[in-house]
């Protein structure tokens, strides 16, 4: 079955650390996905990749990094965290193909807490 | 541009009552449509999709069909379950960089059934 790993459900934090949040699916899939959701905003894309060692930019990269050094793998980084990036953070993958039609498939979840 | 709209929640039934979620979309293109459901404490997992006009997805009971004279895909279930009371995300998937599709998200209703 479709697994997606998120290495934290609950990370605490504080202002001006470095953090990283990291992700691993086990599908072989070639893009994988950062979002954040906050309560009336949905999900918003950080940033995705779609090969190793490429990324692109979503919406709202502002504060944030990745990398990914292998096709499993893809960490979010948040370089100096701040009180408004408290949120839950999730990872998706998905098979690439130029196809609209393949699903994303999602970890349960990281709560990050920035105090 | 491309969005999503979903009704406001929370949505409060009672069980056995019949369930309609109201999505429509602005997008450009032929998008792939979705909806996604989040139960407590966990990630989004794919409910059902539609990737072409007057197709129609369906799953654990629920169904949504792709009308693109109205931009719509709404979410409807005969007969709802205590647990089905999650929070549901309607989504379209637009092309990034012809390496797959990128989705776009709602902002999520809950719905709380009761028995």
């Known amino acids: 079955d479709v697994k997606v790993t998120q290495s934290s459900r609950y990370l605490v934090k504080r202002t001006g650390e470095k953090v990283f949040l990291e992700c691993v699916q086990d599908m072989d899939h070639e893009n994988m996905f950062w979002y954040r959701q906050d309560p009336g905003l949905g999900l918003r894309l950080i940033y995705f990749s779609y090969d190793v060692k490429m990324k692109e930019k979503g919406d709202i990269p502002e504060g944030y990094s990745v990398s990914r050094e292998k096709k499993e793998r893809f960490s979010l980084i948040l370089e100096s965290a701040s009180t408004n990036q408290t949120s839950m953070y999730l990872c998706?993958?998905?098979?690439?193909?130029?196809?609209?039609?393949?699903?994303?498939?999602f970890g349960d979840g990281t709560r990050l807490s920035i105090l | 541009g491309n969005s999503v709209t979903q009704m406001e929640g929370p949505v409060t039934l009672s069980e056995e009552a019949f369930l309609t979620i109201n999505c429509t979309y602005t997008a450009t293109g032929y998008p792939s449509l979705f909806w996604y459901v989040q139960y407590p404490g966990e990630g989004l997992q794919l409910l059902l999709k539609?990737?072409?006009?007057?197709d129609k997805g369906s799953n654990k009971g629920f169904e949504a069909t792709y009308r693109k004279e109205t931009t719509s895909f709404h979410l409807e279930k005969g007969s709802v379950q205590v647990s089905d009371s999650a929070v549901y995300f309607c989504a379209l998937s637009i092309p990034i960089y012809n390496q797959g599709g990128k989705l776009i998200f709602g902002q999520g209703t809950e719905l709380s059934v009761k028995p």
């Open positions: 998706a993958s998905s098979l690439r193909g130029g196809q609209l039609r393949q699903p994303q498939h």
């Open positions: 539609a990737t072409k006009a007057d």
